[in-house]
């Protein structure tokens, strides 16, 4: 099994930053793509950015220029910088990951999610 563990989230006036981190843990092999979405009440969950194990990026129009996704593969992690933070970006931000893990003694792939982390952008 793979679990996502995140942290980071809170509250935080317009204009502020925020940094979330991501960690995996189990008996993993392989991670392929790491990343954030988020959902806001009566929205349906939507890809704020990802990162692939060579570190191509992907990230929602909504947030270019203002997030940052990076990764470090050693440590199975991911991060998302937050800038300049809109009250629009108030949402329970999910971890998701893909890759390969060990189930005895065979490989095979997987997709995990987070619990989620609160973030809220109010004055």
């Known amino acids: 099994q793979v679990q996502l563990a995140e942290s980071g989230g809170g509250l935080v006036q317009p204009g502020g930053s925020l940094r979330l981190s991501c960690v995996g843990s189990?008996?993993?092999?392989?991670?392929?793509?790491m990343g954030w979405y988020r959902q806001a009440p009566g929205l349906q969950r939507e890809l704020v950015a990802a990162?692939?194990?060579?570190?191509?990026?992907n990230y929602a129009d909504s947030v270019k220029g203002r997030f940052t996704i990076s990764r470090d593969n050693a440590k199975n992690t991911v991060h998302l910088q937050m800038n300049s933070l809109q009250p629009e970006d108030t949402a329970v931000y999910y971890c998701?990951?893909?890759?390969?893990?060990?189930?005895?003694?065979?490989?095979?792939?997987?997709?995990?999610w987070g619990q989620g982390t609160q973030v809220t952008v109010s004055s």
């Open positions: 189990g008996t993993l092999f392989r991670i392929n793509t």
């Open positions: 998701n990951a893909d890759g390969s893990t060990w189930q005895g003694f065979r490989l095979i792939e997987f997709t995990s």
């Open positions: 990162i692939g194990s060579g570190g191509s990026t």
